[in-house]
């Protein structure tokens, strides 16, 4: 199934399923790749033809995949993880390209975008959006797509503070 307008999902919340870092191939950009093999080595990405890609483990799942002992799958870069982990499931273009104009359309300050969801992701309730889609999430993804926002909460998994200090300790 193909990329689908963002008109048609009601809410989006990541659950940690870690489904999308076993199922598909994070390709890194030239600046991502030379960060996290300086910080990690090379042993932890793959060069394909003319792309880096982020190294797996031989049950397909990404190298830097945990679970936490709640059952819930984490990333261990966090707020480095590459651009195309940070806007997964969405697709932020400047034009249609997968169809459904009308439905994809979403005027972000004046600029006229096409924003898209990826059906794969169990995370997607859909329905009529809601405000918190609207205002919140969508506007987040944008800002982390475009750069002008490192830290994400909508557009992530949200981690309780508790879970959070939790986490840091290294569990
Ligand atoms: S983004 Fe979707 S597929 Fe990935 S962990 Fe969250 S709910 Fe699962
Ligand atoms: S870098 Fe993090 S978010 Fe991206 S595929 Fe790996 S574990 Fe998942």
């Not at 990329?3 to 199922?23: A, D």
């Not at 002992?69 to 932020?92: E, T």
Request: glycine content about 10%; overall charge positive.
């Amino acid at each position: 199934m193909g990329f689908v307008p963002w008109r048609y999902v009601n809410s989006w919340y990541c659950n940690g399923c870690g489904l999308c870092c076993k199922e598909f191939e994070v390709v890194l950009t030239f600046h991502e790749w030379l960060k996290i093999t300086k910080t990690f080595g090379a042993g932890v990405t793959r060069a394909g033809l003319n792309k880096f890609y982020m190294g797996k483990r031989s049950d397909g799942s990404c190298i830097f995949l945990y679970t936490a002992p709640d059952g819930k799958k984490l990333c261990g870069l966090q707020n480095n993880k590459p651009l195309a982990c940070k806007v997964w499931p969405f697709k932020i273009l400047n034009k249609p390209k997968y169809g459904g104009a009308k439905e994809a359309f979403f005027n972000y300050n004046g600029q006229d975008l096409f924003i898209y969801i990826d059906p794969f992701c169990p995370g997607i309730r859909w329905g009529p959006p809601s405000a918190e889609l609207i205002y919140k999430v969508i506007p987040e993804f944008i800002e982390v797509a475009s750069g002008i926002r490192q830290k994400q909460f909508y557009s992530t998994m949200r981690l309780t503070p508790g879970f959070y200090i939790f986490y840091k300790k290294g569990y």
